[in-house]
């Protein structure tokens, strides 16, 4: 394929990018039209790019590139989008029909075909993935089991007043104040769970709890800590780090070199001797 015709090709598509970041709310007509001119034109252009393709190579050779059934996914999703926001009223700006546009966004992938980094880093993500993917089921089932824990522990047990004070289950229900993250279904437990496992201000999450229900709960937060954040996700960043060391087409060929679980232990040993210094530090002050 001609270098001056890929390269227009990413030129439109970068550009493309950019008009549907132009887009906001609230937004006048003129601008919307202009934008939707815009739009349609560049859909145009991508039609005429598949239809380039497909007569210079043919259906076979078209449909044995990734690339290209990806791509022609995403012409016939804007043509799809097209026909659709004409046939329902509404027309211009027309709400959930408006916003199918988006998916154009995914041709920014297409970049990864001359961006050679780019692709190796696609590529890593999706080895990655592969190999995470029984660790994310047992990272999930922990979750699951800490969740219906906490639910038993918790679940409209953690009760405050209008002052922040706790109080018990004598107090009037419509005068009771809920903490944000709370165990008392299991979205909100389930997201509770996450945001420890995250380490995202979880010891606020862990005051708010202890101080209603007694300090004995404080070690299912410090056990939930420990299991969530230095354990589970120190072994996913364990995981990911070994795939990013090597490049992908090389992993089956190199056998020698440091496992998952010696990364993970160099990590964790690191994160100790780190806090003994600075254990260290403080007694010397």
Wanted: proline share 3%.
């Amino acid at each position: 394929m001609h270098d001056l015709f890929t390269f227009s090709m990413t030129i439109a598509i970068i550009f493309n990018t950019f008009v549907l970041a132009w887009d906001k709310h609230p937004i006048n007509y003129e601008t919307q039209s202009y934008l939707e001119f815009i739009n349609s034109l560049l859909t145009y252009i991508f039609i005429v790019e598949m239809v380039i393709k497909i007569a210079g190579m043919g259906i076979k050779e078209y449909l044995s590139d990734s690339f290209n059934i990806f791509d022609g996914s995403i012409v016939l999703f804007s043509i799809f989008e097209i026909i659709v926001s004409t046939i329902v009223p509404g027309g211009i700006g027309g709400g959930a029909i408006s916003s199918l546009r988006a998916v154009r966004l995914l041709r920014v992938f297409k970049l990864a075909r001359s961006w050679t980094s780019f692709r190796d880093l696609l590529a890593k993500m999706i080895v990655t993935i592969g190999d995470i993917k029984y660790f994310a089921a047992l990272m999930g089932l922990f979750m699951f089991i800490f969740t219906l824990l906490g639910m038993e522990l918790f679940a409209y047990k953690i009760r405050y007043n209008a002052d922040g004070n706790p109080v018990d289950e004598t107090y009037p229900e419509e005068d009771v104040e809920y903490p944000r993250l709370s165990f008392n279904y299991f979205g909100a437990g389930f997201t509770t769970i996450f945001v420890v496992f995250i380490g995202e201000d979880w010891n606020s999450v862990m005051y708010d709890h202890v101080r209603s229900a007694g300090w004995g709960f404080l070690l299912f937060f410090i056990m939930l800590f420990i299991v969530g954040n230095l354990i589970m996700l120190n072994l996913f960043l364990a995981i990911l780090l070994k795939n990013f060391e090597e490049p992908p087409e090389k992993e089956e060929e190199v056998e020698s070199g440091p496992s998952a679980f010696a990364i993970f232990k160099e990590m964790i040993v690191s994160k100790i001797a780190s806090c003994c210094i600075c254990c260290g530090k403080n007694n010397e002050k």
